[in-house]
């Protein structure tokens, strides 16, 4: 069973404007969670997280929001770049586990 | 400093084949993960470890197992290859405190089992 659901195979979106991408999970016990970027042939690099006593946290252009009632959380790019351009993976976890999602391919156009 | 290593990078495999990748840390974290990458399936998690001398099962641990001898090393083994474990394997570990950390991953393994 898949505990962390994105959604949203692909997002494209016009430079300059905002990227929403979402993420859903399933398992309550999830307490810590995290936003990833990966581009092709690296591994997955860190971008942002947030735990379940926030609702929000920001670093410069990435905003996360937590939806604890409704086990969902979103990733704000503002304004977005061409080299935001990559896959997104939101990941959930609690003391020990940690699980991602199917990932978010995000294109953004010049 | 070079964080997390993978050996090996490629490595291609006759099906019943056996082997065993290696994940190395310098951090001197505690926790260690093996995922594997699908195309459509995001990273799915394999094995897990919160120690040394501990290990746990993700989601999808058949065919493979895992062992944390060293607190550094965390291996991953396949017994007898199967084409459906062709895939791209990552290895990351994170630090343990009173709030959770993110991990850090390793450039991946890409393993072709014909």
């Known amino acids: 069973d898949q505990q962390v659901k994105q959604n949203s195979p692909s997002l494209s979106v016009q430079e300059g404007r905002i990227s929403i991408l979402n993420c859903d999970y399933t398992n309550s016990m999830f307490d810590y969670f995290l936003w990833y970027k990966k581009y092709p042939a690296e591994g997955p690099t860190f971008l942002i997280s947030?735990?379940?006593?926030?609702d929000k946290n920001e670093d410069g252009r990435f905003t996360v929001f937590l939806n604890k009632s409704a086990k969902h959380l979103s990733l704000h790019i503002v304004p977005s770049q061409p080299g935001d351009s990559a896959v997104y993976f939101c990941?959930?976890?609690?003391?020990?586990?940690?699980?991602f999602g199917a990932g978010t391919r995000l294109t953004v156009k010049p | 400093n070079a964080g997390v290593t993978q050996t090996p990078k490629f490595r291609v495999l006759k099906t019943g084949q056996s082997m065993t990748l290696l994940c190395a840390q310098d951090m001197n974290h505690e926790y260690m993960y093996w995922y594997r990458q699908d195309p459509g399936m995001g990273l799915r998690l394999i094995h897990y470890s919160v120690g040394e001398g501990t290990t746990a099962k993700g989601e999808v641990p058949d065919g493979y197992n895992v062992s944390r001898l060293k607190k550094q090393n965390f291996l991953l083994g396949l017994e007898s290859a199967a084409p459906s474990q062709t895939s791209v394997y990552f290895c990351a570990s994170r630090t343990w405190g009173q709030w959770i950390t993110e991990a850090f991953f390793g450039q991946g393994t890409r393993l072709t089992v014909v």
């Open positions: 990941a959930a976890s609690d003391r020990g586990d940690m699980r």
């Open positions: 947030i735990s379940s006593i926030k």
